[in-house]
């Protein structure tokens, strides 16, 4: 009876124990409930900003600069005079070769007037035939000249001409990069100044492969992407070195022919609004577009554990029990990760304690809201 009385004892205490380390195992720790939702993800491309048009001005001829007509980083107008180059030696040239024609039209006149004459000499055999072909090739020859005379003359105006260099686009001038008295126009031609038309700037950027696909599917195809849009419809945002966002937004302007081979990258040209003319080329910039993911299950990037190239989380079940999840991850968005398979919406994912539990391990689950770094989250 005493045994007996002992060995009850012993189970009740044993039960008793079991029960304690039961309740001291099951942990407090919080939850999160997987979503899904549509996101817009915005990914930065650093760019480089160029007018939307920047045209070189060089000296078409050799010569000393006499003059410089612009104020140094001004708009100019179309037309307008920017440089002037020594002239004399090209005004002496037009004048030797207007009077090259001068003497080139005398020895026409006296060929013409000799052809016109053995005419009709030669119909009455007063003349050989000899003679008149002779007069004849004596004409031909003198027309020629005088169309090369001409010829060279215009080429000599032109010349004379390119002394005077003019603005081609309304724009804003750079720095002049050449003093007055210096001599332009040499091998290799120098660029004396750039002219930008920046009313509206383009901005270039290479964009990886993988996320040129991505793009091109979001939108729905090259076409698409580069349709006309109105200013309610555009889409990019430009931010600048001091981290402020332009305050027009953009669209894509250009698309290369092909990918680099040996970047992986495709050349992405935008374009963006700059009626106040702040942007101005050379400048580097971010262009932000925004990606949508349609339906995505999302999940915090703290819940994720990694190993070895393998992604898991711990969920926690209908039994308030742990259980371990294999996850492949389609890449972040912000502070969450993007959830390809593995996971559904509606199951409670731990958020704390995730170094503290293993599979099977009851839990006291409380399901928390999670609260984004991000506001497009």
């Given at each position: 009876m005493r045994i007996l009385l002992i060995m009850i004892l012993s189970v009740l205490l044993v039960s008793c124990t079991q029960e304690q380390q039961n309740q001291a195992s099951s942990l407090k720790l919080k939850v999160v409930e997987v979503d899904q939702k549509d996101v817009i993800e915005k990914i930065d491309f650093v760019g480089q900003v160029y007018g939307y048009q920047d045209i070189s001005i060089r000296a078409r001829v050799v010569g000393f600069l006499e003059g410089i007509h612009f104020n140094e980083g001004l708009p100019v107008k179309k037309g307008q005079l920017l440089y002037t180059i020594d002239a004399q030696p090209y005004e002496a040239e037009v004048a030797a070769k207007q009077s090259q024609l001068a003497e080139a039209k005398s020895v026409y006149a006296k060929a013409q007037s000799d052809l016109n004459r053995y005419k009709p000499l030669a119909e009455t055999n007063a003349v050989s035939q000899a003679d008149l072909d002779?007069?004849?090739?004596?004409?031909?020859?003198?027309?020629?000249?005088?169309?090369?005379?001409?010829?060279?003359?215009?080429?000599?105006?032109?010349?004379?001409?390119?002394?005077?260099?003019?603005?081609?686009?309304?724009?804003?001038?750079?720095?002049?990069?050449?003093?007055?008295?210096?001599?332009?126009?040499?091998?290799?031609?120098?660029?004396?100044?750039?002219?930008?038309?920046?009313?509206?700037?383009?901005?270039?950027?290479?964009?990886?492969?993988?996320?040129?696909?991505?793009?091109?599917?979001?939108?729905?195809?090259?076409?698409?992407?580069?349709?006309?849009?109105?200013?309610?419809?555009?889409?990019?945002?430009?931010?600048?070195?001091?981290?402020?966002?332009?305050?027009?937004?953009?669209?894509?302007?250009?698309?290369d022919r092909g990918v680099d081979r040996n970047t992986g990258t495709i050349l992405i040209q935008t374009l963006f609004p700059n009626p106040e003319l702040i942007i101005r080329p050379g400048q580097y910039a971010k262009v932000r577009i925004p990606i949508t993911h349609e339906q995505a299950i999302l999940v915090p990037q703290k819940c994720v554990k990694e190993l070895q190239g393998q992604y898991s989380v711990f969920v926690v079940n209908d039994e308030n029990k742990v259980e371990t999840k294999q996850i492949i991850s389609d890449g972040k968005v912000g502070d969450m990760w993007l959830i390809k398979e593995g996971l559904k919406p509606g199951e409670k994912v731990l958020i704390e304690g995730l170094q503290k539990v293993r599979n099977g391990m009851p839990v006291e689950a409380e399901t928390i809201e999670f609260e984004s770094q991000f506001p497009n989250l």
């Open positions: 002779g007069a004849q090739v004596q004409f031909e020859a003198a027309e020629a000249q005088v169309q090369a005379a001409e010829a060279n003359l215009s080429i000599a105006k032109i010349q004379l001409g390119y002394t005077k260099v003019y603005s081609p686009i309304d724009g804003i001038i750079g720095k002049s990069q050449a003093e007055i008295g210096d001599l332009v126009g040499q091998a290799p031609l120098v660029v004396l100044n750039t002219v930008s038309k920046t009313d509206k700037i383009n901005v270039d950027f290479f964009l990886p492969e993988n996320q040129y696909l991505q793009m091109i599917n979001n939108i729905g195809g090259a076409q698409e992407l580069l349709k006309d849009r109105s200013e309610d419809e555009k889409i990019l945002e430009l931010v600048l070195a001091d981290n402020s966002v332009h305050k027009h937004l953009g669209s894509f302007n250009f698309i």
